[in-house]
């Protein structure tokens, strides 16, 4: 028997979790399915040694209830995953949210009846939903990518990927390990485990940036302040590109002299994080000026990193900021420890996982535990997990097949009252998430109650609004140096997957004009009928 709602949710991170308090608050009945055992999302699943957030966590967090701003309060510059954890399940209880949340419950497929005008949600569990509405928030990083390596199955010690890591934690004391893979994970996790491990062997396939965090305990005088002005805080962070409030700097560093442009880039770095690539204003915009921040960096990797062959092998070689910017707690300098080990895979990739360890370069090398820290399928990967079906039994996959292609990133032709939070097409990860998420939340919650109050059953974008979008989406895309690595920006980390810049580089300030002026223009784009 198919239980009905006005809505069903997909997934509990942020973003599920604010739409579930929203639609409540309009007087919507809405079920929340999580295949998780908590709340959390991104830190429910990522516990690996070291994360954290990179933007600021006074930033990093809601702002649609001052109480809630008020009474939390942040420990560090940037939250550990387990506080953002405690946060999250803070969230969940002070808003009562937890009844009308299904855990170890996934979405295995969503069939659009149009006949009805509903859709019909099934689970693993073998439960049925009906809702007028369903509502993604399944997240942009939340499908584990493993590589095919050959092999993969046959290691006989324990693997783990950092993006579904164990609850209770893994203590690498004593052991060897292996990691996979250069990212932001890796960066993290990489000076902890070294720490811990016997020896440690990091397989680098691309080298990548990073500027260190100068992570801190939050001072109590501090956080009095950032309380006392958060809403002046959080409006000067919805002005800015990123929807993160720090001081970009409107001068193009190939324009600015040598020692003035270096004594900057030393300013940022010293200050910490990803404002870093606010140095200067042109850094993802002119190749030349792009140079002058990679040379930085590149200097540092030389100063820092003691032996000089290993030093090269750590320099990048691409944009910086092409690849998302890591943000890292001794990175460098934990290659100069005598037990950590950089192996280049560049040119050849790995051969095979063996029983022992892997092959790479003809060399065998032998490990205890081995580490994935090889990323995610990032922004389509959880939606086409899922089998949804719209008009005329098309599905999201086929639709994809060239691409995602979303009207503002949060709607699709052909799937009719299927709202994606932080869908491919919006500015989500090129953002403060906390922020876009809340916008693409009370976007939605208010069209839902437009609708009711208009009598209209069905919201749909037509053909030419999408089409629009997707060309707005890839001019913005276009302009920058940012579309033009091999990042998982353009799904170049997953084999055969379409290569489309995916997220909407256009800003946060324009993207949220944009949906201002379709609501202002009676939900322009949309086709509404009974
Ligand atoms: P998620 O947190 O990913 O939650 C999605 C939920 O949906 C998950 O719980 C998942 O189990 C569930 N789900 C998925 N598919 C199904 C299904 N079929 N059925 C049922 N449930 C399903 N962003 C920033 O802005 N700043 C940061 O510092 C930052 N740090 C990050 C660090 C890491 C390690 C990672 C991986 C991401 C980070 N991000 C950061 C991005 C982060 O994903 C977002 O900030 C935010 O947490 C996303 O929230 P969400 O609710 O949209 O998605
Ligand atoms: P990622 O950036 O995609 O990094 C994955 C790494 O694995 C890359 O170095 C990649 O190499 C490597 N890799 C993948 N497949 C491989 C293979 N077959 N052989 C060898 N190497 C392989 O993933 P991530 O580090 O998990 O980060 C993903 C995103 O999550 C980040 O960009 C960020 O947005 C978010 N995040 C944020 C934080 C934070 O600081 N708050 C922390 C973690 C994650 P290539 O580069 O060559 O593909």
Known sequence: MAKNFDAVIVGAGFGGMYMLHRLRGK??????????????????????PG??????????????????????????????????????????DRFDLRRDIQFETRVTKATFDETANTWLVETDRGDKFVARFVITAMGCLSSP????????????????????WPHDGVDFTGKTVGVIGTGSSAIQSIPIMARQAKHLTVFQRTANYTVPAHNKKLDPAYVAKVKASYRE???????????????????????????????????????????????????????????????????????????????????????????RLCVDDGYWDTFNRP???????????????????????GQDYAFDCLVLATGFDAMTGALLKVDIRGRGGVTLREKWGEGPKTYLGLTVVGFPNLFTITGPGSPSVLTNM??????????????????????????????????MWVGEVGKSASITLRSTCSSWYVGANIPGKPRVFMPYIGGLPAYIEHCNDVVAGDYKGFSLSE
């Open 27 to 48: 007087g919507f009945s809405a079920r929340v399915l999580e295949a998780g055992t908590g709340v959390g999302g991104t830190w429910y699943w990522n516990r690996y």
């Open 51 to 92: 994360a954290r957030c990179d933007v600021e966590s006074v930033q990093y967090s809601y702002q649609f209830s001052s109480e809630l701003e008020q009474e939390w309060e942040w420990s560090e510059r940037y939250a550990t995953q387990p506080e953002l954890l405690r946060y999250a399940n803070h969230v969940c």
């Open 145 to 164: 990518n493993t590589p095919k390596i050959p092999g993969l199955a046959d290691f006989q010690g324990p693997t783990y990927h950092t993006g579904n």
């Open 233 to 323: 805080m959080r409006a000067r962070a919805k002005t800015k590109p990123a929807g993160i409030d720090f001081d970009i700097n409107y001068a193009s560093a190939i324009e600015t002299p040598q020692d003035e442009r270096t004594r900057k880039f030393e300013e940022s770095w010293n200050y910490g994080g990803l404002g870093f690539m606010a140095s200067f204003v042109d850094l993802l915009l002119s190749d030349e000026s792009n140079k002058t921040a990679q040379d930085f960096v590149k200097a540092k990797i030389r100063e820092i990193v003691k032996d000089p062959v290993t030093a090269e092998v750590l320099t990048p070689r691409n944009i910086i900021g092409c690849k």
């Open 339 to 361: 037990n950590v080990t950089l192996v280049d895979i560049r040119d050849e990739p790995i051969e095979r996982i063996t029983p022992t360890g892997l092959r790479a370069r």
């Open 434 to 467: 906390l922020p876009s998420i809340e916008q693409h939340v009370d976007f939605i919650a208010d069209c839902l109650e437009t609708l009711r109050a208009k009598g209209v059953s069905v919201i749909e974008p037509v053909e030419q609004a999408q089409e």
